[in-house]
């Protein structure tokens, strides 16, 4: 029967922690938690290279490691494996710079309970999941765009195949690429290859000598335009099946109006499998690549090769309009869930920190539905974006013993979607905060966020006229996430400045530089 249970890893060499983060899950229910211990970081690690682990939680001092180095060492291990980091010291220095490596998140031991536990962990596991997700979307925006701008630019069929090639692996993490131009349906004229330096060597002198394995036999005799080779196929005596053992591969002909330019193959690692969406990527690039070479062969003629390079960029544009579409539904997927997850805790702190994960997806959507509305698939509108984030903020806090009215004043300038999003969160999470705590006890107050650009700076404030904040906060030492969040957002993605004022209310002054940031 199918193990169904979190499974988490402790590296803890102290057995009383031990037994009480056991204690901590146990109460969770015993089958929602399957807990192994390793009392040494080696120990950890030759666990975690076993594989079937969901979560790591990890003591920063062990007998063998100690600091953010054992963190580090465990991470660049199992990338994939999200880790909270467990220390005895209260210490949100290292806390940062453990979000900034890559950490899920971080909890003291002193301040440990079972929900706090549970709760982290199952964050943390979903969270990695959206990041993987999100990471794989890209990869695909990325070859795509690649292989498209390569058509567009790219005049000499060789380059192409090349570029295309050292494109798609790069982008993918194909073990290896490679493209043969055939010059008469049977004979390759060309053929060029990415990856394994000696082997794609190697196999492209065999197939332009005439030696074709036979997986290529196959698929210039059949029809079939896209092929997958599992990894229990029999290569028989094929000069490069060593190379293939245990890997997955596919072969796809590249073909456009009836006509066989040649083939396409990728080998993936030996973990990857053709799935239906890596199948539909690839068919979509190799279709570009045969238009482009079949472009190459009219370049010297009449308008209609341009028509239709032009009709097939047209085409990627709406593909990938359609994938900020299809992120930011599954981000509103992601929110509902939050909006439930809130709805149904049972005490108003859990609720809370649901709803301000919900706005801070519903902040990253917003973003991905403005791109999507205007058409543009790099840049945003900063006006548009913090008009609609503010409305979007009226109906998630209903404050209704104030009257709260939003005073904007933004300049009409764009930013790119990698500044965007860093810098709608921070937007997001001081209008949140003056929405929270601003306006306690008032029966009026004003929310007034200011926005300007010049050649080379954004600078942006965010000021209400509320109760101000607590005497003696430094946004240095406080320890709430949200400041937290704004801080590590500025300082540390968008390179800036931030300034904080607590005078007949609470002002944020945010501050960097263009040019640092790559902002045209």
Not at 250 to 263: C, D, Q, S, T, Y
Not at 322 to 343: C, D, G, P, T, Y
Not at 481 to 495: R, S, T, W
Not at 498 to 512: C, I, M, N, Q
Request: aromatic share 4%; net charge negative; charged share 25%.
């Amino acid at each position: 029967m199918h193990d169904t249970r979190i499974k988490v890893l402790l590296v803890e060499d102290n057995q009383g922690d031990a037994r009480l983060i056991q204690e901590m899950l146990s109460e969770a229910g015993a089958s929602a938690f399957a807990l192994e211990q390793a009392d040494r970081l080696s120990t950890g690690l030759e666990r975690l290279a076993a594989g079937d682990i969901d979560a790591v939680l990890l003591d920063l001092g062990l007998p063998d490691s100690s600091g953010l180095d054992t963190f580090i060492t465990v991470h660049a291990q199992e990338p994939d494996v999200p880790i909270v980091m467990l220390t005895g010291l209260d210490d949100a220095e290292l806390a940062i710079k453990a979000v900034q490596e890559g950490a899920q998140d971080y909890l003291p031991k002193n301040k440990l309970d079972s929900e706090l536990l549970v709760r982290t962990i199952r964050y943390a596991i979903e969270r990695k999941k959206t990041e993987t997700h999100i990471e794989h979307l890209n990869s695909v925006l990325k070859a795509l765009r690649g292989v498209n701008q390569l058509i567009v630019m790219e005049k000499d069929r060789d380059t192409l195949l090349q570029n295309a090639c050292d494109t798609l692996a790069e982008a993918r993490g194909y073990d290896a690429a490679w493209l043969g131009f055939l010059e008469d349906g049977e004979t390759f004229a060309t053929v060029k290859g990415s990856g394994f330096s000696k082997d794609v060597t190697r196999f492209c002198e065999h197939v332009l000598g005439g030696d074709h394995p036979p997986c290529i036999k196959n698929a210039l005799a059949q029809k079939d335009s896209f092929v997958v080779l599992d990894k229990s196929r029999e290569c028989g005596d094929c000069f490069f099946k060593d190379a293939c053992v245990g890997k997955e591969a596919a072969i796809i002909r590249v073909e456009h109006a009836g006509k066989l330019f040649g083939l396409f193959a990728v080998l993936l690692a030996p973990e990857v499998a053709v799935d239906e969406e890596e199948k539909g990527l690839l068919e979509e690039v190799v279709g570009d690549i045969a238009l482009g070479l079949h472009d190459m062969e009219l370049d010297e003629a009449h308008k209609q090769a341009e028509e239709q390079l032009k009709a097939s960029l047209k085409e990627k544009e709406v593909l990938l309009l359609e994938i900020h579409h299809r992120v930011k539904n599954n981000l509103q997927v992601v929110s509902s869930l939050l909006n439930m997850q809130a709805r149904a805790a049972k005490d108003e702190n859990t609720s809370a920190g649901f709803l301000e994960s919900r706005d801070r997806i519903n902040t990253i959507a917003l973003i991905h539905t403005k791109l999507y509305e205007s058409r543009n698939l790099s840049e945003i509108n900063m006006k548009g974006f913090v008009d609609g984030l503010i409305r979007q903020l009226f109906q998630g806090y209903q404050v209704q013993d104030t009257k709260i009215v939003p005073v904007v004043h933004v300049a009409d300038c764009t930013l790119p979607i990698s500044i965007a999003v860093p810098f709608g969160l921070v937007v997001n999470e001081l209008l949140s905060n003056a929405f929270k705590h601003a306006f306690v006890n008032r029966a009026e107050g004003k929310i007034e966020v200011s926005l300007s650009a010049s050649a080379q700076s954004i600078s942006m404030t965010v000021r209400d006229d509320g109760v101000g904040l607590p005497e003696g906060f430094d946004i240095n030492t406080t320890k709430t996430l949200g400041l937290h969040l704004v801080k590590i957002l500025v300082e540390d993605q968008l390179q800036g400045k931030l300034e904080v004022v607590s005078d007949k209310g609470a002002t944020f002054k945010v501050e960097f530089k263009i040019e640092d940031n790559g902002v045209s």
